[in-house]
């Protein structure tokens, strides 16, 4: 495996990074009492568009994987959002050739919100294209629900749990559970960073980080 450290503590760095974000901001003094509650923002209910990147760790093949990510999620109404997004993945060489995954889906998150935290489920569909060494190739409807909750630590940051369930009409992906967590810290009125940590059913890991601009 390449420089698979040097990804890894990169991205890692962005999710101490929002840690010591979020210990800076729950450190200040408290608030004057005759100040209003502030409810605080995450990611659920905002209009906003995510460019990331990603670092995957493929278990057991010596093989590791860079993609980028984009991801547009529109608020609807108060508790529905819609999302569209795109994902490219490509291996490293093996066999003269590379994996290269590219993948578009569509769909809706609708949550709820309690004092604290905001549970949601969500689900789409979408196309896959695959492409690997020797020739093959697997093009595919792909299907996914999850279920999640976002958890207000700050006014300006988040953390959400999640699992996600992903498969396709074909091979291209096949029966995958995703188990993750995701950070997101409001930088600004507009820009946000996120790092995000998910294993799958194969123990495969992904390290991801990106930007968010809010609309």
Same mark, same amino acid.
């Given at each position: 495996?390449?420089?698979?450290?040097?990804?890894?503590?990169?991205?890692?760095?962005?999710?101490?990074?929002? &840690?010591?974000?979020?210990?800076?901001?729950?450190?200040?003094?408290?608030?004057?009492?005759?100040?209003?509650?502030?409810?605080?923002? &995450?990611?659920?209910?905002?209009? %906003?568009?995510?460019?990331?990147?990603?670092?995957?760790?493929?278990?057991?093949? &010596?093989?590791?994987?860079?993609?980028?990510?984009?991801?547009?999620?529109?608020?609807?109404?108060?508790?529905?959002?819609?999302?569209?997004?795109?994902?490219?993945?490509?291996?490293?060489?093996?066999?003269?050739? /590379?994996?290269?995954?590219?993948?578009?889906?569509?769909?809706? /998150?609708?949550?709820?919100?309690?004092?604290?935290?905001?549970? %949601?489920?969500?689900?789409?569909?979408?196309?896959?294209?695959?492409?690997?060494?020797?020739?093959?190739?697997?093009?595919?409807?792909? %299907?996914?629900?999850?279920?999640?909750?976002?958890?207000?630590?700050?006014?300006?940051?988040?953390?959400?749990?999640?699992?996600?369930?992903?498969?396709?009409?074909?091979?291209?992906?096949?029966?995958?559970?995703?188990?993750?967590?995701?950070?997101?810290?409001?930088?600004?009125?507009?820009?946000?960073?996120?790092?995000?940590?998910?294993?799958?059913?194969?123990?495969?890991?992904?390290?991801?980080?990106?930007?968010? %601009?809010?609309?």
């Amino acid at each position: 495996m390449k420089n698979v450290t040097s990804f890894k503590t990169l991205i890692l760095a962005g999710a101490v990074a929002l &840690g010591f974000a979020t210990a800076a901001v729950a450190g200040e003094g408290p608030a004057e009492a005759s100040a209003p509650a502030v409810t605080g923002r &995450g990611l659920l209910g905002q209009s %906003y568009v995510n460019l990331g990147y990603s670092f995957v760790d493929l278990q057991g093949t &010596g093989i590791d994987a860079q993609g980028v990510n984009f991801e547009l999620n529109q608020n609807v109404r108060e508790g529905v959002d819609t999302l569209l997004s795109y994902n490219y993945l490509r291996s490293d060489s093996f066999a003269g050739g /590379r994996i290269k995954q590219n993948t578009l889906v569509a769909g809706g /998150r609708f949550y709820t919100s309690f004092r604290g935290f905001k549970p %949601y489920a969500e689900a789409g569909l979408g196309w896959t294209w695959l492409r690997a060494p020797l020739g093959f190739s697997d093009d595919s409807f792909t %299907y996914f629900a999850g279920v999640g909750a976002e958890f207000q630590v700050t006014p300006d940051v988040t953390v959400t749990p999640f699992i996600r369930y992903i498969d396709a009409t074909t091979d291209s992906v096949d029966h995958e559970w995703n188990y993750g967590v995701r950070a997101n810290w409001w930088a600004t009125e507009k820009i946000g960073l996120t790092a995000a940590v998910i294993r799958d059913n194969s123990r495969n890991m992904e390290y991801n980080i990106g930007v968010n %601009y809010r609309f």
